[in-house]
């Protein structure tokens, strides 16, 4: 079952390294996000922390990280990494550590409609190149910004990922990029209905 719709990525790079992340709008086909909605309700949900000591960063949603080996969790997941291992070989520029990537962590997160969502932060350095992010349903808003007051994000840019799209963001190792100019710092808010996504990272 090919879970992806076959739209052209050129360019995602480009926006990726320029911009922070970039989102691929209509990619994941409308019955592959019906069959994965129907799987979350199989799944088992455990509450995340209220409050990351260290960091400040407050958030509110259900996740999960384990997933059978049948999952269609999983086979999206491959599909993925196909589509984007034949991007990087389009890349002009060479990916450092391109041949050790995978996603070997998988989250889905959910945020109940009124959820505080998850204040502005940055991934940790641990994940490495890219880090995916599938939109399944798509209440509240994903964003982007330059820096943080409390919870606050300053310079706040929204970006547009209705249900269906993928957004890519980069990590350290993101065309040979270290640091926190590859780690942008993001958020998600004004979740006035269900949001579900899904999330892969590779962990290096």
């Given at each position: 079952m090919d879970m992806l719709n076959p739209l052209p990525m050129t360019g995602v790079l480009d926006c990726i390294d320029?911009?922070?992340a970039d989102v691929v709008t209509g990619i994941l086909n409308a019955r592959a996000?019906?069959?994965?909605?129907?799987?979350t309700e199989m799944l088992t949900w455990r509450t995340s922390l209220s409050v990351i000591d260290h960091s400040k960063v407050q958030q509110d949603y259900k996740v999960v990280t384990h997933?059978?080996?049948?999952?269609?969790f999983r086979t999206l997941a491959d599909e993925l990494l196909l589509r984007l291992t034949l991007l990087f070989a389009e890349s002009p520029v060479p990916f450092q550590s391109d041949r050790?990537?995978?996603?070997?962590?998988?989250?889905?997160?959910r945020y109940?409609?009124?959820s505080r969502?998850?204040?502005p932060h940055r991934d940790q350095g641990c994940c490495k190149i890219l880090i995916a992010l599938f939109v399944l349903e798509d209440g509240g808003r994903f964003g982007l910004c330059d820096s943080r007051i409390g919870v606050e994000p300053v310079s706040p840019?929204?970006?547009?990922?209705p249900a269906?799209?993928?957004?890519?963001?980069?990590?350290?190792?993101?065309?040979?990029?270290?640091?926190?100019?590859?780690?942008?710092?993001?958020?998600?808010?004004?979740?006035?209905?269900q949001r579900t996504t899904f999330g892969l990272r590779y962990i290096g």
């Open positions: 320029e911009e922070g996000r019906r069959l994965l909605l129907e799987e997933f059978h080996s049948d999952s269609l050790l990537f995978r996603f070997n962590e998988l989250r889905v997160q109940r409609a009124g969502g998850i204040s840019r929204i970006l547009d990922a269906g799209s993928l957004i890519l963001m980069k990590a350290p190792g993101f065309k040979g990029q270290q640091g926190l100019a590859a780690q942008p710092m993001h958020f998600v808010d004004s979740v006035t209905r």
